[in-house]
């Protein structure tokens, strides 16, 4: 199973998850000429896909939804809370497909099971998708990390996470107080910290992937990100996990992910690097 982080960030999201045999596209919240290209530079072919699951009904998911859908005749999978959210804004010329935590369902030989999660809006979900003896969790814009969102991250073999943003820089930054009081809350996101303590509990766990997500541009630095994951992962006695950065400029992967008995994390196109200017 392979993963490509296409764009990710508070101004546009989209992750492509495919096999030899299916492709799915996860949130399109950039234009759909944007996922087609990004998808092509992966080395991936946009003619392979076969769904489009959606997370929430936030822009920066959705923007481009019924443009992608209708361009390439794909149903759309959402709870029927996030349906019912998007219906005016995606438009027609598509099929609906409502879906729901803890009800797993196949679209080729890709097994996806949704799980809820805490974030502001209608009835939003994280997603885990099984091919190929792998797993891979995709857990982004969480207010808190609940105990769906903990278990299907324990036996992940690869983690997407929201690390959105560093909690000094938010504190000190120029937000009005509501907006940052709505981010730190419960139902807003992940700060580093917060995200680097879910990641000191993978002792055990099989993950040997994380992918910090939805890094804010305004409250958060790269650099910052990755130490408090790696250090996190450090203290776990889990130095071997590969930890990568999404962007929200430039595609991550394709990143081979393999099960527990031949683990493997490559990547082919470039990732955010990390500087000491970062």
Same mark, same amino acid.
């Given at each position: 199973?392979?993963?490509?982080?296409?764009?990710?960030?508070?101004?546009?999201?989209?992750?492509?998850?495919?096999?030899?045999?299916?492709?799915?596209?996860?949130?399109?919240?950039?234009?759909?000429?944007?996922?087609?290209?990004?998808?092509?530079?992966?080395?991936?072919?946009?003619?392979?896909?076969?769904?489009?699951?959606?997370?929430?009904?936030?822009?920066?998911?959705?923007?481009?939804?019924?443009?992608?859908?209708?361009?390439?005749?794909?149903?759309?999978?959402?709870?029927?809370?996030?349906?019912?959210?998007?219906?005016?804004?995606?438009?027609?010329?598509?099929?609906?497909?409502?879906?729901?935590?803890?009800?797993?369902?196949?679209?080729?030989?890709?097994?996806?099971?949704?799980?809820?999660?805490?974030?502001?809006?209608?009835?939003?979900?994280?997603?885990?998708?099984?091919?190929?003896?792998?797993?891979?969790?995709?857990?982004?814009?969480?207010?808190?990390?609940?105990?769906?969102?903990?278990?299907?991250?324990?036996?992940?073999?690869?983690?997407?996470?929201?690390?959105?943003?560093?909690?000094?820089?938010?504190?000190?930054?120029?937000?009005?107080?509501?907006?940052?009081?709505?981010?730190?809350?419960?139902?807003?996101?992940?700060?580093?910290?917060? &995200? #680097?303590?879910?990641?000191?509990? =993978? $002792?055990?766990? +099989?993950?040997?992937? *994380?992918? @910090? %997500?939805?890094?804010? /541009?305004?409250?958060?630095?790269?650099?910052?990100?990755?130490? &408090? #994951?790696?250090?996190?992962?450090? =203290? $776990?006695?889990? +130095?071997?996990?590969? *930890?990568? @950065? %999404?962007?929200?400029? /430039?595609?991550?992967?394709?990143?081979?992910?393999?099960?527990?008995?031949?683990?493997?994390?490559?990547?082919?196109?470039?990732?955010?690097?990390?500087?000491?200017?970062?």
């Amino acid at each position: 199973m392979r993963l490509t982080v296409l764009a990710s960030g508070s101004s546009g999201n989209a992750f492509l998850v495919s096999t030899s045999t299916t492709s799915i596209l996860v949130d399109a919240g950039i234009s759909a000429k944007r996922v087609a290209c990004a998808i092509t530079d992966a080395g991936e072919d946009a003619s392979d896909l076969a769904a489009v699951f959606v997370t929430h009904e936030h822009s920066d998911h959705i923007s481009g939804v019924g443009p992608v859908a209708r361009r390439f005749n794909l149903p759309v999978h959402a709870t029927r809370g996030t349906l019912r959210a998007i219906n005016r804004r995606a438009g027609d010329g598509f099929t609906r497909v409502p879906i729901a935590p803890g009800e797993p369902l196949s679209v080729g030989d890709i097994t996806v099971s949704p799980f809820s999660t805490s974030h502001d809006c209608a009835d939003p979900v994280g997603y885990a998708f099984e091919a190929d003896a792998a797993r891979l969790v995709l857990a982004t814009d969480l207010g808190v990390v609940g105990s769906a969102v903990r278990d299907q991250m324990a036996r992940a073999d690869c983690v997407v996470l929201e690390f959105n943003h560093d909690e000094r820089m938010l504190v000190d930054g120029p937000y009005p107080w509501p907006l940052k009081q709505r981010i730190m809350s419960n139902v807003g996101h992940l700060s580093n910290e917060t &995200a #680097a303590r879910e990641l000191a509990r =993978a $002792a055990d766990h +099989p993950v040997s992937t *994380v992918v @910090l %997500a939805h890094l804010s /541009e305004e409250n958060n630095k790269p650099r910052l990100a990755y130490e &408090a #994951a790696a250090a996190a992962l450090e =203290a $776990a006695g889990r +130095p071997d996990v590969a *930890v990568l @950065l %999404a962007s929200q400029k /430039e595609p991550l992967g394709p990143i081979e992910i393999t099960g527990r008995s031949d683990r493997k994390c490559t990547r082919s196109r470039s990732s955010e690097r990390v500087t000491s200017d970062s």
